[in-house]
């Protein structure tokens, strides 16, 4: 695990991607955009400039509505 150098008010987040293209290991530090209903990164390869966008899904979660309780911890029965 790598240590934090520096004193930072937020903690640094550095992700690792790797380009479709050429397969380099690409290191970085932005958060993804939402966009149109998903998430998306622009990302351009350093070692063969190949522009590509990553995209991740958003994944809806509702409830609990009224009257419902909500998930169970600990089941005590048992």
């Known amino acids: 695990m790598m240590t934090q150098k520096g004193e930072h008010t937020w903690d640094l987040v550095v992700r690792y991607h790797q380009c479709p293209k050429c397969g ?4 970085n530090r932005e958060d993804f955009k939402y ?9 351009e390869c350093p070692r063969c400039h190949h522009a590509f966008t990553l995209v991740k899904n958003v994944s809806l979660k509702m409830g609990p509505f009224i009257g419902e309780g909500g998930a169970v911890e600990v089941d005590w029965k048992e």
């Open 24 to 27: 380099a290991i690409i290191e």
């Open 35 to 43: 966009r149109l209903g998903h998430y998306e990164k622009d990302l």
